[in-house]
């Protein structure tokens, strides 16, 4: 999110208050850069690289962004050379004061239904397979996650969760989410297979955001 997609130059800091993030930073579209940079530091192609990403991957971007960001060098743009090893993402529907308006715009999901679990769920993993599954017949190409946020509720919503931990099953078919028409992926076909996949239902007190 706080880097935006494109490929200008990243100064190394993170929404600094005396130093820009992006050259220049204003738009600021240095993502594909923050995701580059350190790769090619690392020099290590074996190396297991998680991310996780936010509104800018699920909900901002076009389909041909947020397919850089998690499919990297097997994505549209031969400049990316990462490779993700496993991605997950959260948009906080129970949290976020602001979700109620955006899911409506972005998801076209009903105002009244927006803050239900199973429209989380569907909406974030069908835009994480899209993005994942770039060139590949809509198939992921490596393991997807959903983070369930626990730390409280917006004012007008309710949250009672009973537990709390990972799950993970196996999933043959599931049917794509609804989504705003201007928005609509054509990177994953109506109905797909799915390799097995893990719903977290917790998040750790700290952990850093990779942009997206």
């Given at each position: 999110?706080?880097?935006?997609?494109?490929?200008?130059?990243?100064?190394?800091?993170?929404?600094?208050?005396?130093?820009?993030?992006?050259?220049?930073?204003?738009?600021?579209?240095?993502?594909?850069?923050?995701?580059?940079?350190?790769?090619?530091?690392?020099?290590?192609?074996?190396?297991?690289?998680?991310?996780?990403?936010?509104k800018?991957?699920?909900?901002?971007?076009?389909?041909?962004?947020?397919?850089?960001?998690?499919?990297?060098?097997d994505?549209?743009?031969?400049?990316?050379?990462?490779?993700?090893?496993?991605?997950?993402?959260?948009?906080?529907?129970?949290?976020?004061?602001?979700?109620?308006?955006?899911?409506?715009?972005?998801?076209?999901?009903?105002?009244?239904?927006?803050?239900?679990?199973?429209?989380?769920?569907?909406?974030?993993?069908?835009?994480?397979?899209a993005?994942?599954?770039?060139?590949?017949?809509?198939?992921?190409r490596?393991?997807?996650?959903v983070?369930?946020?626990?730390?409280?509720?917006?004012?007008?919503?309710?949250?009672?969760?009973?537990?709390?931990?990972?799950?993970?099953?196996?999933?043959?078919?599931?049917?794509?989410?609804?989504?705003?028409?201007?928005?609509?992926?054509?990177?994953?076909?109506?109905?797909?297979?799915?390799?097995?996949?893990?719903?977290?239902?917790h998040?750790?007190?700290?952990?850093?955001?990779?942009?997206?």
């Amino acid at each position: 999110m706080w880097g935006g997609p494109g490929w200008n130059p990243w100064t190394g800091y993170v929404n600094d208050a005396v130093y820009d993030t992006c050259v220049p930073d204003q738009p600021r579209a240095c993502g594909y850069s923050v995701y580059n940079t350190p790769y090619e530091q690392l020099n290590n192609p074996n190396a297991l690289i998680y991310a996780n990403v936010g509104k800018g991957a699920l909900m901002w971007q076009s389909d041909e962004e947020r397919a850089t960001f998690r499919s990297g060098a097997d994505g549209p743009d031969p400049r990316a050379k990462w490779r993700l090893g496993v991605a997950t993402g959260d948009i906080y529907f129970y949290t976020d004061e602001n979700i109620g308006a955006e899911a409506v715009n972005w998801f076209d999901i009903p105002a009244g239904e927006v803050r239900r679990a199973a429209n989380y769920g569907e909406v974030l993993m069908a835009n994480m397979r899209a993005g994942a599954s770039y060139g590949n017949n809509g198939v992921p190409r490596i393991p997807l996650g959903v983070f369930v946020e626990l730390g409280g509720v917006a004012p007008g919503a309710s949250s009672t969760p009973t537990r709390s931990g990972a799950r993970c099953g196996p999933r043959s078919s599931t049917r794509r989410a609804s989504s705003h028409t201007s928005r609509t992926s054509s990177l994953t076909p109506s109905r797909t297979r799915r390799p097995r996949t893990c719903s977290m239902t917790h998040a750790p007190p700290t952990r850093p955001r990779v942009t997206g």
